[in-house]
């Protein structure tokens, strides 16, 4: 799987929209860029995933460069709520088994009032 | 809320005992994996079954076994602790074993274990 970079820590203000960026340059053609966060001591949340397109939930949206080089995570509209680490993995398909994710040290984002 | 049910939440025990940490995945989830973190390794991948069977095995100790069940739930049984082992435990399931990269998990609350 390829290795990801994010920046350690990140602010943002409260119902501004939080931009996480991540850098996967190695990435290949088969491998999936997957989000998720944890907050505090819980268990990690998935987020959202995308290949190639630009996808978008209820959570966030993720954006993914055209060379697949780089993606940035969305939150719309961030509450204080959305403070936790997120974590931007990069995952690859392998027909037969699924695999573990594989965690960097993530973005800690702090939404401020 | 996950799905995903993991029980004790706490366990406090001492050295050189043996524990059993519990999982059950959501419904209809085939594949279970176990992950652990501690304050100096960050989010470690253990161990993953899929129907019952194992899969793949990430830095799992010796002195840790799991297996999943026929019905589908998990135990990691962690033995001879060691103060080192005090971390959070998660588990986390998938639909199933085949859909490769394309595959969200989802995660349980944890069980946080203190060697004393």
């Known amino acids: 799987d390829a290795k990801t970079t994010q920046p350690p820590s990140m602010d943002c203000a409260e119902g501004r929209a939080a931009n996480l960026p991540c850098n996967h340059s190695?990435?290949?053609?088969?491998?999936?860029v997957y989000w998720y966060r944890q907050i505090h001591s819980q268990g990690p949340q998935y987020i959202i995933h995308?290949?190639?397109n630009n996808e978008t939930n209820e959570m966030a949206s993720l954006i993914i460069t055209e060379d697949r080089k780089s993606s940035t995570l969305i939150l719309p509209h961030a509450t204080l709520r959305d403070t936790a680490v997120y974590y931007c993995?990069?995952?690859?398909?392998?027909?037969?088994?699924?695999?573990?994710?594989?965690f960097g040290s993530g973005t800690q984002l702090t939404v401020l009032p | 809320d996950s799905g995903v049910t993991q029980t004790p939440k706490h366990l406090i025990t001492a050295t050189g005992q043996r524990v059993t940490l519990r999982c059950s995945p959501r419904?209809?989830?085939?594949?279970v994996y176990w992950y652990q973190q501690s304050l100096d390794q960050g989010l470690q991948f253990l161990i993953q079954?899929?129907?019952?069977?194992?899969?793949a095995k990430g830095n799992i100790l010796e002195r840790f076994s799991a297996q999943q069940f026929p019905d589908l739930h998990s135990e990691l049984n962690l033995s001879s602790l060691e103060l080192g082992d005090s971390a959070l435990y998660f588990c986390?399931?998938?639909?199933?074993?085949?859909?490769?990269?394309?595959?969200?998990?989802?995660f349980g609350p944890g069980t946080r274990l203190t060697v004393t």
């Open positions: 986390a399931s998938s639909v199933g074993g085949t859909s490769g990269g394309g595959e969200e998990q989802y």
């Open positions: 190695t990435i290949s053609g088969n491998e999936y």
């Open positions: 995308g290949l190639k």
């Open positions: 993995i990069v995952r690859g398909y392998y027909s037969g088994s699924a695999r573990q994710l594989t």
């Open positions: 419904s209809g989830d085939l594949s």
């Open positions: 079954y899929y129907n019952g069977e194992e899969r």
